[in-house]
């Protein structure tokens, strides 16, 4: 999948040459030809060809934040779990003050 954004960098790079070295052409000009003939189209389609890989990392990490919320085993005192999986320790009532 990397060769042909090579092989494309490789082109541009030998028109920047191509331009800051023939007579009429300025340094400036092949600045902008690399940044907007080369940089710019390069990153905007690479982004757009990287875009299912991510929507599969995120769909990933969606499942495993979901796998890792759910309790695997009930809790052996029958109390319902705190949500990472352990169950609650054993809860004293609070003492309280008669009035």
Do not use: M, N, V, W
């Given at each position: 999948m990397h060769v042909v954004p090579i092989a494309w960098m490789f082109v541009v790079v030998l028109m920047t040459a191509a331009e800051a070295t023939s007579p009429q052409g300025t340094l400036l000009g092949a600045l902008i030809t690399f940044l907007f003939y080369g940089l710019l189209p390069l990153a905007v389609v690479m982004y757009i060809l990287g875009t299912p890989a991510r929507r599969r990392a995120r769909a990933r990490a969606a499942r495993a934040e979901q796998a890792a919320?759910?309790?695997?085993?009930?809790?052996?005192?029958?109390?319902?779990?705190?949500?990472?999986?352990?169950?609650?320790?054993?809860?004293?009532?609070?003492?309280?003050?008669?009035?």
């Open positions: 919320a759910t309790p695997t085993a009930p809790s052996p005192s029958g109390a319902p779990p705190d949500g990472r999986g352990l169950p609650p320790g054993d809860t004293i009532a609070p003492e309280r003050k008669e009035p």
